[in-house]
């Protein structure tokens, strides 16, 4: 079963922590769900980008690899027509250039208070 909170949560911490590949989120839902394909884990990990993005949580960033400047990509359509390329979900080659995750501080502060509500929750 696949819980759509856990994989926010996930996919936003892991862009709290750096500016992270696309193809890093898809193995992030991959150490959620081993059992599915990567296509099937390409596929959560793209409609939880989206939503993210949907939220103003997340900003997409071009980048030349490996790791070099980041280039925020305008926010809009255009965002949601990159996202179903499925070539920037790949792992890049030297010199080429991909696409990355980074949280907005709004998406700081929505993980933050999810990470406090489950303390309080659990309690």
């Known amino acids: 079963m696949i819980q759509y909170d856990v994989n926010i949560e996930k996919l936003l ?5 750096d500016y ?6 898809v193995w992030e839902i991959n150490t959620l769900y081993p059992h599915l ?7 959560v990990a793209y409609r939880c980008i989206l939503y993210l993005i949907s939220k103003d949580f997340v900003k997409l960033f071009y980048c030349q690899e490996p790791y070099g400047k980041m280039i925020e990509i305008a926010s809009g359509d255009s965002q949601v027509d990159l996202l179903q390329d499925l070539k920037i979900w790949e792992p890049p080659l030297p010199e080429a250039c991909s696409v990355r995750v980074s949280a907005t501080k709004a998406g700081e502060k929505y993980y933050n208070d999810m990470i406090v509500l489950k303390k309080y929750q659990s309690n």
């Open 13 to 17: 911490l892991a862009s709290i922590e």
């Open 20 to 25: 992270c590949g696309l193809w890093e989120m």
């Open 37 to 43: 394909s990567s296509k099937a884990s390409q596929r």
